[in-house]
């Protein structure tokens, strides 16, 4: 894929987004846009820099590790970045992935409904398996704070 061709994927998936968050949270629409606008900024920046850094590293991980420079208490950057994100919300962020990967599911239907019924007893695992281990993580950290 072209970057010129994730850069519009990442912005229609940017408008997407603001509109459920309009329709999701209390913020309006042009209070959203700048922390939208970092996102894909910081999306684009670590897909880009997925590809063009040899040794195989994946984009998303680019994404994180800015992510956290520029959000580092310490940082000037740090305030500004929180401030304009937290007014998008993350569940609002997740419906466009997710409808894009419900159509990319369905472009490969034939292909989804050949893998017999062991990929259902295996997502079935996966999934359960993933949310008891994130809750252990969360009971056991939440418990060493004194959160609960």
């Known amino acids: 894929m072209k970057m010129t061709e994730t850069l519009e994927a990442l912005v229609v998936c940017g408008i997407m987004s603001l509109v459920a968050n309009v329709v999701g949270t209390k913020f309006a629409f042009v209070e959203a846009i700048p922390g939208?606008?970092?996102l894909i900024a910081l999306a684009f920046v670590g897909i880009w820099l997925g590809k063009v850094i040899p040794g195989g590293i994946p984009g998303v991980a680019y994404v994180v590790t800015i992510g956290c420079i520029l959000t580092?208490?310490?940082?000037?950057?740090a305030a500004f970045i929180n401030a304009a994100v937290s007014k998008v919300g993350f569940l609002q962020l997740c419906t466009p992935i997710l409808a894009y990967a419900g159509i990319a599911i369905c472009k490969d239907l034939d292909v989804f409904a050949k893998s017999s019924w062991r990929i259902i007893a295996v997502s079935c695992v996966v999934f359960?398996?993933?949310y008891i281990g994130s809750a252990i993580i969360a009971q056991v950290i939440?418990?060493?704070i004194g959160q609960i």
């Not at 580092?72 to 950057?77: K, R, S, V």
């Open 36 to 38: 939208m606008l970092i």
């Open 72 to 77: 580092y208490p310490a940082l000037p950057t």
């Open 128 to 130: 359960i398996g993933t």
């Open 142 to 144: 939440l418990k060493s």
